[in-house]
């Protein structure tokens, strides 16, 4: 969806290094998460923002931090990047009303730790 | 249906044949229900949604059924095409909570 960009859409680092995966959106939406995908399992949630003042961890927030610098930016960053952090990572946004719950997602970052 | 593990489960139909993928929620509670295709190298992106005081809904070639009973999801695609090959995944909510199945793979031959 051409609404949520998200960069890089690749990367390779080391073990130990700070990253940071960018997430920008045009929809609007005051709501923003961001989910990693392993190979033959289901998204899981690393954090959530409801407004740029909110932020709240998902199951599986250790090694991540996140920063929601504007409605329409939301950033991940793993501080000490290590080889299990390799996965695809995803953005996405809802508009948060009970006719929204629908969540768009970006195009992906992959991600590989060596 | 749904599993967890690296394998994900498949479906292959023939061009013009319908499909019919199927996902097993875990939370009685869930109140609104999505399927998503993702397509290789693509985000997920929103097929179509039901809440749980229906049982069905239809969309443009694709249908979805709720169980309730046995917390059971299912999607259907008529006059499957060849760009309906993706993965497709089921996902619940309750309230802020949103959980996402591992999903189907679907393959349609020519």
């Known amino acids: 969806d051409a609404d949520v960009t998200q960069t890089p859409r690749n990367r390779i680092t080391k073990t130990g290094k700070r990253i940071m995966l960018e997430c920008s959106q045009t929809?609007?939406?005051?709501?923003m998460y961001w989910y990693r995908q392993d190979p033959g399992l289901g998204l899981q949630l690393i954090y959530y923002s409801f407004d740029v003042k909110d932020i709240n961890k998902g199951e599986i927030s250790d090694g991540y931090s996140v920063s929601r610098q504007a409605q329409a930016k939301f950033s991940l960053s793993l501080e000490s990047a290590i080889p299990n952090q390799t996965a695809l990572y995803f953005c996405?946004?809802?508009?948060?009303?009970?006719?929204?719950?629908?969540?768009?997602f970006g195009p992906g970052t992959r991600l590989l730790v060596l | 249906g749904e599993s967890v593990g690296l394998h994900l489960p498949t479906l292959s139909v023939q061009e013009g044949d319908n499909s019919i993928i199927n996902c097993a929620y875990s939370n009685s509670a869930s109140d609104y229900f999505i399927w998503y295709k993702q397509e290789s190298g693509k985000g997920p992106q929103f097929i179509i949604d039901i809440r749980s005081n229906m049982d069905k809904r239809q969309g443009q070639r694709v249908t979805v059924l709720l169980n309730k009973t046995v917390k059971h999801l299912s999607l259907q695609i008529a006059a499957t095409q060849p760009g309906d090959s993706a993965v497709y995944f089921c996902?619940?909510?309750?309230?802020?909570?949103?959980?996402f199945g591992a999903g189907t793979r679907l393959t349609v031959k020519p």
């Open positions: 996902a619940e909510k309750k309230g802020n909570d949103m959980r």
């Open positions: 929809k609007g939406h005051d709501r």
């Open positions: 996405a946004t809802s508009d948060g009303t009970a006719a929204g719950e629908t969540q768009y």
